[in-house]
């Protein structure tokens, strides 16, 4: 079992920035590929970034590239997703989860998650 907990998430205004947190605890959570999904009320919860065990390759959702940056530090166990130049259409309640394999973009191929952290960005 790996055990991930977001933390990061909060009230912004367009245009700023937020940096969020996944740590991870339990079985090996450094061996895994880690993913940031999120889900708008009403919508389902979409793929956003992923990130190998390694940290050596990352993949984005067009949508975000060149504004998040998803990154890793396994000497913490923890994944990050830094969040520039933010967008009313990022608030969503963000996830985070583990994967066996690099650049999932789908929700059945991870196997562990969080519980979330809401992002609301104001216009």
């Known amino acids: 079992q790996v055990q991930l907990v977001e933390s990061g998430g909060g009230l912004v205004q367009a245009g700023g920035s937020l940096r969020l947190s996944c740590v991870a605890s339990g079985r090996t959570g450094s061996s895994y590929a880690m993913g940031w999904f999120r889900q708008a009320p009403g919508k389902e919860r979409e793929f956003v970034a992923a990130i190998s065990w390694n940290g050596g390759s990352t993949y984005y959702v067009e949508a975000v590239k060149g504004r998040f940056t998803i990154s890793r530090d396994n000497t913490k166990n923890t994944v990050y997703l830094q969040m520039n130049n933010l967008k009313p259409e990022d608030t969503a309640v963000y996830y985070c989860?583990?994967?066996?394999?690099?650049?999932?973009?789908?929700?059945?191929?991870?196997?562990?998650w969080g519980q979330g952290t809401q992002v609301t960005v104001s216009s």
């Open positions: 989860a583990a994967a066996l394999h690099f650049r999932q973009t789908l929700v059945r191929e991870y196997d562990y």
